[in-house]
């Protein structure tokens, strides 16, 4: 039996103090036998599923460094103490006194906009009771409705006694932690009321903010959020205002009380518990909301209050403009919701049904956005049995957005809900309100005369809507979203293949909707865990956000530049030349948000955070940068990108082994770890397995084999060896099978990592090419055929729709190794290259017609050593380029590659060089202009 229990313990992966813990709280547990009651009905509608709870695993290890931490916990007062309990679980009992812990106070918003949240709110709670991080975790409430004013919010007691002052909630000793959950929206939170209670208690002991509403939301709150850095390693329970932190933006500590800002994920808490606890060292990020001077007066005006009182039916925004205001900001996810919700009268359980059935894919945090949206209001006051109704003419228009099966379903779905349960569980209401606007009669009426007349015509029109001068109401409005963008530029396909990172892919999301700012997000990491496909994965996924994408190669300004030129072409900047660069151009363009507002640049494999300073777009739209230098997460918000989790490389591999070879778990979970958990290697590992059927063991053996021979020098520091192992087994098989292949891959290997036209490769410019590649080259079917076998061995990535092909990086290095391509055959594969190159470029580079194909060898130009050619027609190339440069408008890029190229060339080549010559005459030229 015991080894039986340790057996099940180590398969949930639990460490020795875990189950110390979990023993130690079983044995202090009053265990209440009796059946557990069924699930509460309320509203003839069964209460929802909590999603969006984290496990209690993962909050338990996020809590872990202040339950080791050296903090005592206070004794319980006024507040309600919890312990293990709640629906499904145990029930409430007194938590036993525990000195060594840390005590708990749960501030819980009231305020009628956390209506959605109560039943999460109540669930953590008592999940927090029940990890024995605290020794005791007191609940109380704050209501954040109050209007604008020097009163502080109304406090109460988790037991329900209201009127309490705000230093009761904190002990003499100090030795708590205060969390407020909320989101933040309330009056109070405007009024500056809620700042000046934080700032209180920020001062005596750590005080955070759990914020309910999704990081994309919020940007809808009443804070003005700061990216921060804190400091490490402080003494446990160390007040807000003692906290060392820096504003990540420029790295100085502002005044004021820094109060954390958690989203609702166990890594936010694993943060915050590091910092207060004093466990960890150097700098967590995180968000703070910066109580100042300016947050702390004794009362802070409503906006527009000076202007005196306001004309509710002059100033009220019609239901045309409220529905438009709210397709323009909100998610896919909550416009479809609200579509289905104006054919359901809207009670919160009944709203979460509708979800339920009509809306699985979404989430807590879409109902409240919906709820958030300014289209409904509240017409009950009683929290457990909220109650809403559209504002007038917002239900009509949002109708008019479902077809008649969507809509009769919806009503279907409600109708059967509440008639299959007993009268009695139907909500109540006086006499007089069963006809209301809001209730189930009035709006089955509206649904079924939407349905049976005639849909009025959507066009694509989304600007303002007029009311209708036959009806007085105003007509329906186009079904917007999924939308292409106008604009799409150069982004790479999207990846059949791509699995997991869905956390990231939120945070993402979240990071660029939070208040607009106009820093980059920055995707960070070491090459091959999957920064640019993260990035392609995210501009396919919410395409629809944006009237405008575009891709820009970054390892270069100079190619950054070129594509900025593109898109005011694209946007039709071109001017005078005394107009600006046209890349310029285009950053204004952005930064105006002429022609569109909406916009997503994304930045692939930056540089140097300094060598893009000027280039870097502002404005509205989203930046985001993909790296592998770790400086831009000191400039910017960022996310360290790394290796995928055992379970997603599980799911990766067998999503890509199939039938016969598919790997069970276990065996997949060894390849992974060989590979090192990194995406790259894993679909190389995969490819290898699909192409020859090699059992696991043999696989691993060669693995080990080919380890020696990879401890070379010239290979980057940081990466598993067996990273380079995965890799060079491939080549290996293919140089025995298919040499041809190996030399098409050396040869690609001497281009930039960038995609490389395979026109540019096969369109006729074999002839004369030394070694093997003038027949493999001049061969059509040779060329395909190792062309795909590089493919299948995961060796290249072939773009169908961009006719391109890509070497990654890493491949790149150990195909170019001293031990794998010696110095002569790497001359003679460089050569071929720049004569490829030259081949591929027009003659006339003020042509507009061939400018793409000098785009194209932009990126190649300085990484494949061009300018160092002895040959003359390789050197034309680079006049070529710089005339392109010049004719297009970039004469920053023009003159840097003019420059570079006397550089090289000055004490080479005479001075009746033609090179020499055309470069010497392009810098006099542009010296004169000046």
Known sequence: MIERLFGELGALGLTGREVADALWLAAHMRVDHRPAPAPAVRYGV??????????????????????????????????????????????????????????????????????????????????????????????????????????????????????????????????????????????????????????????????????????????????????????????????????????????????????????????????WATV??????????????????????????????????????????????????????????????????AAAPLSLPTMRLVQREMAPHTQTGHLAEFLLSGLILRVSDTPDRAEYDFRPGVRDILLARLTRTEAMRVLGVVSDALSSQRPGLAPARPTGEEAGPGSRARVSQTVLRSVVRPLPVRTPDTARVAESPSTGRPPPLPHRPPRSPAVWGAVPGRNPDFTGRRSTLEELRGALHVGGSPLPFTLFGMGGVGKTQLAIEYAHRHAHDYDLVWWVPAQQPATVRASLTELAHRLGLAGPDDAGEPWSRALAALRRGEPHARWLLVFDNAGQPGELGELMPQGSGHLIVTSRNPVWALQSGAVDVGTLTVEESVTLLHRLLRGRRRLSDADAERMAEAAGWLPIALVQAARWRAMTGMPIEEHLRRFDDLLPSMLSDDLPAGYPVRLYATWQMAID??????????????????????????????????????????????????????????????????????????VHRLIQTIVRRKEALPELRRVNVGHAAHLLLHRYAPEDPADPAGWGRFKDIQPHLLPSEVYDCHLPEVRHLVVLQMRYLAAGGDRRSARELAELARQRWTGLYGDDDPGQRAVREYLAMREGAR
């Open 46 to 271: 069964y209460e929802p599923d909590l999603a969006t709870m984290p496990r209690p695993a993962d909050l338990a290890r996020a809590l872990r460094p202040l339950r080791d931490g050296r903090a005592t916990a206070a004794t319980p007062r006024d507040g309600e103490v919890l312990a293990p309990g709640g629906r499904g679980l145990l029930p409430p009992v007194d938590a036993p006194r525990r000195d060594h812990r840390t005590e708990l106070v749960l501030v819980v918003d009231t305020g009628e906009s956390m209506d959605v949240w109560r039943p999460v709110a109540r669930a953590l709670r008592t999940m927090l009771g029940q990890l024995g991080a605290f020794g005791a975790v007191r609940v109380w409430t704050v209501d954040s409705d109050q209007r604008a004013g020097g009163d502080p919010p109304v406090l109460g007691t988790g037991a329900g006694a209201r009127g309490r002052r705000p230093g009761e909630v904190v002990t003499p000793s100090g030795r708590q932690l205060v969390l407020v959950l909320s989101d933040c929206v309330g009056a109070a939170w405007r009024s500056g009321a809620m700042a000046r209670l934080l700032a209180r208690w920020g001062r005596s002991q750590p005080t955070a903010i759990v914020q309910m509403l999704p990081q994309r939301l919020w940007r809808r709150t009443a804070l003005r959020l700061t990216r921060v850095r804190w400091r490490c390693g402080s003494p446990p329970g160390t007040p807000n205002d003692r906290l060392v932190w820096q504003d990540r933006a420029d790295a100085r500590q502002p005044g004021g009380v820094p109060v954390p800002v958690l989203e609702f994920q166990p890594r936010w808490f694993g943060s």
């Open 276 to 341: 207060v606890s004093g466990e960890g060292t150097g700098w967590a990020h995180g968000v703070a909301y910066v109580i100042g001077s300016d947050d702390l007066a004794e009362a802070r005006e409503e906006p527009g209050a000076e202007d005196g009182p306001a004309d509710p039916a002059r100033d009220a925004p019609s239901a045309s403009e409220r529905v438009l205001a709210f397709l323009a900001s909100a998610s896919p996810e909550a416009l479809s919701l609200a579509g289905y919700l």
């Open 733 to 806: 098989r293919l140089r025995e099978e298919d040499p041809s292949a190996v030399a098409l891959l050396e040869l690609c290997s001497m281009f930039a990592p960038e995609p490389i036209p395979l026109a540019l490769l096969s369109g006729g410019g074999a002839r004369g090419l030394p070694g093997p590649y003038a027949p493999l080259l001049g061969d059509a079917a040779a060329f395909n055929v190792a062309l795909r076998r590089l493919g299948r061995f995961a060796l290249v990535r072939i773009d169908t729709d961009r006719e391109t092909v890509e």
